[in-house]
């Protein structure tokens, strides 16, 4: 079966983003707890890119399926769960990259709706917060996605953000979404 194609984020309004996410509802991985049975063979390169036994997953449908059992364990690492089988797998960065953004309003009134490579829509607050590391290349951005899973935010989406923080002059400079603050300076 097809799946259905994603809607352009710029055609949504932020209402109509909160809605598609709502309806999109994931299976409850965080209550199965079965025996773990080894490795999976499969990774999420740091671009976002799934691959099985080192080759990429390019069918779009399946790394949506794959992304929907996906879970962050207590020590860091990383599942697919099912009612009757735990395997590993091996992810480079985030399991996710947030590749789209959309802003309405301005300052604390703002929203920030995100499109991740999986096609899941998210607005950033208080549930899915975004953070800032030091990295080699400058700041790395992510956005908390479900269960300690988090979506590293794609460079272009990241120089969007900081033109908004820019655009506020605040000090830290920073970005508002659904009431909650978030500073574009690594946390110390």
Not at 61 to 90: C, H, N, Q, W
């Amino acid at each position: 079966m097809p799946m259905p194609t994603q809607p352009d984020l710029s055609s949504l309004s932020l209402a109509d983003i909160a809605r598609l996410a709502e309806e999109h509802k994931l299976p409850p991985v965080d209550k199965w707890n079965p025996e773990h049975c080894g490795d999976s063979g499969m990774r999420i390169a740091s671009d976002g890119t799934w691959h099985h036994e080192g080759s990429p997953i390019t069918r779009t449908e399946m790394v949506r399926l794959f992304s929907t059992i996906l879970r962050r364990e207590e020590d860091g690492s990383y599942v697919l769960v099912t009612p009757v089988e735990k395997l590993d797998i091996a992810v480079e960065d985030a399991p996710f990259v947030a590749v789209e953004m959309k802003a309405e309003g301005a300052g604390e009134a703002m929203k920030l709706a995100f499109r991740l490579n999986t096609g899941d829509l998210l607005t950033a607050g208080p549930d899915h917060a975004l953070r800032f590391a030091a990295g080699e290349d400058g700041p790395r951005p992510y956005l908390h996605v479900r269960g300690g899973l988090e979506a590293l935010v794609g460079r272009s989406v990241y120089y969007e953000l900081a033109e908004i923080a820019l655009a506020n002059g605040g000090t830290p400079a920073g970005v508002w979404s659904n009431g909650a603050f978030f500073a574009l300076e690594p946390a110390a």
